[in-house]
């Protein structure tokens, strides 16, 4: 067995294109679940019940089921509820994003309730209202802290991207099966796939390893 | 118009995603335990002074953990069978894979137990006359693994999450159970729905256990790494 990584070369280009895809769904992702996290993390912090609950039942529920399984859900089951279709980004981007946003809420969660109360305290005797002291005095103070885990969050919703190529959508895993299915180079083909998602991801997960070290030397 | 909904032909396909559940079973139990077993090698080899056994080990654990599972399952299931000129189910190529992936993430958590563990536990077994070996067998990993129990099924409880990626290559496991069932019903949002509800059900199950050994282990005064 010889290998040639010519045949992998000649398609840059569909690499390249699904480079795109897997960074375009990496973004939204990223986007949408750390932000709907936040939301879902208030929640879960809220003493209010009609709060609270509602943000548990999300976070239990999608904590405690495969991501591609809501991937599956999202693209074959909800557009018969809906009377429109649902695109393979659009699937891929709600599962992974809900699912991300579930993680992340305990992250959010786990770190405002890191912050001492006299931050509060503190921050009432100043005149402030809650969210003004929630937006000013204790969630830079509890980003710091949430940081490293919010980043492997982010490491993890750059690795589930590939769940995308499952629906189809044009992603690098989906263009390294193409490739390989044209060239009858598997070998080469997803050995190219995985050494790129390693050279994205392995910069991302040092950097991980470096906020936690600094985090445990400040505190 | 609303749709009606109807889950009488999911229910008729049930032996269907019974076997789809038990398949899961068999292959997330198979690689859990290949993946313990790896990954306190993996671990004992990082932890080694030995340069040229901790760097193998630790490039593998860092390989493992960075790139996506599902890239490391097509690799094992279509690149390495042409590579090694051999078979390869789709089970066995799952469990391979399964198996190293979830390795290198339990490698960390044995990592991390047993750098818990104090100094002073090494020392005296040093001055009751013990090896390394016998000291991390007898004194360090006993202590260790009860820290670890925490860590260690929350890892397993995502194993089982993981091993959905199979149905992507054709093993009957439930989620490709459901994708059949579906097909022959023409009833995908009933087929779904139900078989992220068996998911989230044996899942939930699993964390709440998870969540009450933790708890037990907190009140006994066992501190847990993560």
């Known amino acids: 067995m010889r290998w040639d990584f010519a045949s992998v070369f000649d398609n840059t280009d569909a690499l390249l294109v699904g480079a795109a895809g897997t960074l375009r769904i990496f973004a939204i992702c990223l986007v949408l ?11 879960r912090y809220s003493r209010n019940r009609w709060l609270h609950i509602p943000a548990t039942i999300f976070v239990e529920f999608f904590r405690n089921t495969p991501v591609l399984v809501q991937i599956l859900w999202f693209y074959f089951a909800l557009p018969i509820l809906l009377p429109f279709q649902i695109s393979p980004l659009a699937a891929a981007s709600l599962g992974i994003s809900l699912n991300s946003a579930a993680f992340s809420a305990e992250i959010y969660r786990g770190g405002i309730q890191s912050i001492e109360t ?39 919703i750059f690795k589930m991207s590939t769940l995308a190529s499952a629906v189809a959508y044009v992603e690098l895993l989906q263009q390294g099966k193409l490739i390989a299915s044209l060239n009858y180079n598997p070998i080469e083909a997803y050995t190219a796939v995985a050494v790129i998602f390693f050279v994205f991801l392995w910069p991302l997960v040092q950097f991980s390893y470096f906020l936690e070290r600094r985090l445990r030397r400040d505190e | 118009m609303a749709y009606q909904w109807d889950f009488s032909p999911v229910l008729a396909n049930a032996p269907l995603l019974v076997e789809g559940l038990v398949n899961t079973l068999r292959i997330t139990g198979t690689a859990l335990a290949f993946g313990v077993a790896l990954g306190l090698g993996l671990a004992l080899l990082r932890l080694s002074p ?177």
């Open chain 1, 33 to 43: 679940g750390l932000s709907l996290g936040l939301i879902v993390g208030l929640g």
């Open chain 2, 50 to 226: 030995r340069r040229f056994l901790s760097w193998p080990a630790g490039f593998v654990i860092e390989v493992f953990r960075t790139t996506p599972p599902l890239v490391q399952l097509f690799w094992f299931f279509f690149a390495l069978p042409i590579l090694v000129g051999i078979e390869m189910t789709p089970f066995v190529a799952g469990a391979v894979t399964f198996s190293i992936q979830s390795a290198s993430f339990f490698a960390e958590v044995f990592r991390a137990g047993i750098q818990s563990i104090e100094r002073g536990q090494w020392d005296g077994a040093r001055a009751l006359g013990m090896r390394h070996d016998q000291a991390m067998r007898r004194i360090i990993l006993p202590q260790a693994v009860k820290r670890m129990i925490p860590a260690f099924m929350e890892r397993a409880i995502e194993l089982m999450k993981t091993t959905t990626l199979i149905a992507t290559i054709s093993y009957a496991d439930l989620l490709f159970a459901a994708n059949e069932v579906s097909q022959k019903t023409f009833r995908p949002l009933e087929t779904y729905t139900v078989v992220a509800l068996i998911y989230f059900v044996v899942i939930f199950l699993a964390s709440q256990v998870a969540r009450l050994v933790e708890l037990r282990l907190a009140r006994s005064g066992e501190s847990t790494v993560h």
């Open chain 1, 118 to 156: 006299g931050q509060w305290d503190g921050a009432r005797a100043l005149g402030m209202r809650w969210g003004q002291a929630m937006r000013r005095i204790i969630l830079p103070q509890a980003l710091k802290r949430m940081l490293p885990a919010l980043t492997n969050r982010a490491i993890e």
